[in-house]
């Protein structure tokens, strides 16, 4: 049986793939073979699911990383998933709405990473005014055809 | 530590210490990893000491003398640059020199790094305002590298992506 793993999102891209246990990953069912094999495809995709389950339910976002992860926010430097979900879902607030104004993504090297740089604003539940944000995700590719975030770097931008 | 990063920028660091990287690829039966061979042992091994000097040595470069930058990528290295993506030592220093201004000067706010995978790489991730000559106000920026070991011990720029940061 395979295993669907799809990242979904507005703007029209969605990456399918299917694993065979018995060959291993195979790409089964892509929409375009070329939108899968994109790293600005990857990209899109990756930054609009993410934010889409931080403003939702943080606690999922422990899916998408694994035991070597790392993440530093706002100088704190955390590892690991669970480390990493504590640390999300700890942040002072209940509600927040990120907006994303840019993404730029480039391949990282051989075992087929991709960089993906992004800028936006984050608006808390309750407050007036929105704030700047930067952030930065390495993608590494996973044995089933998906990708988990090895390295997450998160910081304000200050006016 | 903000302040800290203001004053450094403003010393003359020797060029042979801003990116002397003290680390032997050592390799075996077991794999690779990296062997520190300097008596400075412990600024060697740190990656966040090997983020800084790079990133004193970057934008001291970038300050003073843009076309020198080239040493730092090589024909593999990316930059995208407010979008526009270059590929290659030479490309990107002919990009970085046809930036319309003549003078500018860095001022870094924050750095951040990580390392990002088993072939040895370095992320950082810089935060800071950019004050082009002539200009009254200074604009706010973001950028992250990735720094690859070379076998002569040093770094090179292989991934680099620029974002002014607007109000």
Request: glycine letters at 10%; a negative charge; proline letters at 5%.
């Amino acid at each position: 049986m395979g295993r669907c793993v799809i990242f979904t999102h507005s703007l029209a891209l969605s990456l399918a793939y299917l694993t065979d246990g018995e060959e291993g990953t195979a790409l089964v069912s892509p929409l375009t073979a070329s939108e899968a094999m994109d790293p600005d495809a990857v990209a899109k995709a990756f930054v609009e699911h993410y934010y889409r389950t931080f403003d939702s339910n943080r606690q999922a976002l422990g899916g998408l990383y694994q035991d070597g992860s790392m993440l530093t926010f706002e100088g704190d430097k955390i590892q690991g998933a669970a480390a990493i979900v504590a640390k999300l879902t700890s942040l002072p607030f209940q509600q927040c709405a990120h907006a994303i104004s840019t993404v730029d993504c480039q391949p990282s090297g051989p075992p087929g990473g991709v960089l993906v740089f992004v800028s936006g604003s984050l608006q808390l539940g309750g407050e007036q005014h929105s704030l700047k944000f930067s952030q930065m995700f390495h993608l590494i590719p996973t044995p089933q055809g998906s990708f988990y975030v090895l390295n997450d770097i998160f910081r304000l931008n200050y006016a």
